[in-house]
């Protein structure tokens, strides 16, 4: 456990932490709207901090695609970048990402899990 990330957001990602995954997976698809910078806060934080909490987010969301599954958010940048959070998803496993749309601070993007082979 890191004990860096605060406590509320190491409570909400240990619930998708259990054995069983987030519930009711695996899942073909899955929509993530205003998620990923809500989980993550919006308060200041150091890098290292933001980069444990998104790879947090980005591989409990992975853990319950189905292979080929596929990963869309929609969300608002808040703290970290939107191409840090690509190059995360990419670290997670994520592939054929894609940034649909963007206006301002707003995005469309997505990512697949990988087949199995």
């Known amino acids: ?3 860096s990330l605060d406590t509320e957001f190491q409570m909400e990602v240990d619930l998708f932490a259990r054995q069983d995954g987030i519930p ?3 899942y073909d698809v899955v929509v993530a709207t205003l998620v990923s ?7 200041k934080q150091e890098e290292h901090v933001l980069s444990d909490k998104y790879r947090k987010i980005f591989e409990a969301i992975f853990s319950v695609l189905k292979p080929g599954g596929h ?3 929609g969300d608002h ?5 939107l191409y840090k959070q690509i190059r995360m998803m990419e670290e997670v496993g994520f592939e054929d990402l894609d940034i649909a749309w963007r206006q301002e601070a707003f995005f ?3 990512g697949r899990k990988p087949e199995r082979k």
Do not use: K, Q
């Open 77 to 81: 940048v808040g703290t970290w970048g």
């Open 24 to 26: 009711g997976g695996p």
């Open 71 to 73: 990963l869309l958010i």
């Open 1 to 3: 456990r890191n004990t």
């Open 108 to 110: 469309v993007a997505g």
């Open 37 to 43: 910078h809500t989980l993550a806060r919006h308060n």
